[in-house]
């Protein structure tokens, strides 16, 4: 085996998850977790449970300008903000990640999983909303996504960034080997109507979300993106949805630099869909997973290599599934990699 980047623990075909649960009960979900994902759990998200707890509103307590309406959030711009970006901006160049907590008001899974405390992990991972997606989620006052906006687009890079510190920081508490994504489902929207965005603006963006963060950092996106705006950022892991998009990822020379330099790739093989899973086995999964690594191969990259520095996921998160549906896929997750590591391994 070989170590991942920049961390002192093996992964290698470990299994874990992207982060949303269906449950309201964060006991319930944290259980879940423990039982099939022991090695490399996660806390649960759980957005079913309240509307603070979905991906946008968990990160947004404490954003300059915030206001919270139903079930709505953005951010005012039109009125006075400077002293509470001041404030912001001053808490992070003192790196006070403490500022920036998520209270359990918004987080009751990540509160359950620090007071449960895993068992013996290997690593603990944990995840925050990215800045490109929280940036074109939340708008101003006018309907406009604030990341369009420079003086809050700056805010917003530095918040989430704090956030993602002040987590880590709690991780480890738990276990000296953290893992933290940055879940960025608009990135599949780069290049297009939609997002007017330069490629060098998003890998700013992307690499001041990850300034500090100690251990792996890791990018998830579900959908299809140009991956050589990631593969050229300094991130450690990246996460997508294998199940649908296997091959894409090998369409991009910097594939092969970016597992040359340790890079780690999340093969999101384990369908969510109830139709899917109905139909899917471990087998017919393996068979998958192996003619999008054969793909790599075919790029000059070393299968040994690429094996090691892989994680195995869900292709995306299962905050919409149901609870039957959720321990399904955990369940399948936890054979498939454990078939996996049996096969390849060594």
């Known amino acids: 085996m070989i170590k991942a980047s920049g961390s002192s623990f093996y992964l290698s075909g470990l299994p874990t998850a992207i982060g949303s649960m269906p449950h309201k009960d964060p006991k319930k979900a944290c259980s879940l977790i423990a039982k099939y994902l022991p090695e490399l759990p996660f806390w649960p998200q759980l957005p079913k449970r309240s509307f603070l707890e979905n991906m946008y509103a968990q990160y947004s307590e404490g954003f300059p300008g915030l206001v919270i309406e139903r079930d709505n959030i953005y951010v005012n711009l039109s009125q006075g903000i400077e002293e509470p970006l001041e404030k912001l901006y001053s808490a992070y ?36 909303t990215g800045p490109i997606t929280w940036g074109m989620t ?13 003086n809050a687009s700056d805010a917003v890079v530095k918040h989430l960034n704090m956030k993602a510190r002040w987590q880590e920081s709690k991780l480890r508490e738990l276990c000296d080997n953290t893992i933290i994504f940055f879940d960025e489902p608009y990135m599949s929207s780069i290049g297009s109507a939609f997002v007017s965005i330069p490629r060098e603006r998003i890998s700013e963006l992307l690499e001041g979300a990850f300034e500090g963060i100690k251990s792996l950092k890791g990018v998830h996106c579900c959908g299809n993106t140009d991956w050589s705006i990631l593969l050229n950022t300094s991130v450690d892991i990246i996460s997508f949805d294998a199940y649908s998009y296997c091959h894409t990822i090998s369409l991009y020379p910097e594939i092969k630099d970016f597992i040359e330099r340790g890079g780690i790739i999340a093969w999101g093989i384990v369908p969510r869909d109830d139709k899917a899973l109905r139909s899917e086995a471990v087998k017919n999964l393996m068979d998958k997973l192996t003619d999008g690594m054969a793909d790599l191969e075919r790029k000059g990259i070393g299968r040994g290599k690429m094996l090691h520095q892989s994680l195995i996921t869900p292709a995306c998160g299962l905050g919409p599934t149901s609870e039957e549906a959720a321990e399904q896929v955990l369940e399948l997750l936890a054979d498939f990699s454990k078939a996996f590591r049996k096969k390849y391994i060594k």
């Open 93 to 128: 160049l003192e790196n006070k990640a403490e500022d920036f907590a998520v209270s359990k008001e918004y987080a009751s899974g990540l509160h359950e999983f620090l007071i449960r405390r895993p068992v013996n992990p290997i690593a603990v991972k944990g995840h925050v």
């Open 138 to 150: 939340v708008t101003d006052e006018n309907h406009r996504p604030v990341l369009y906006d420079d």
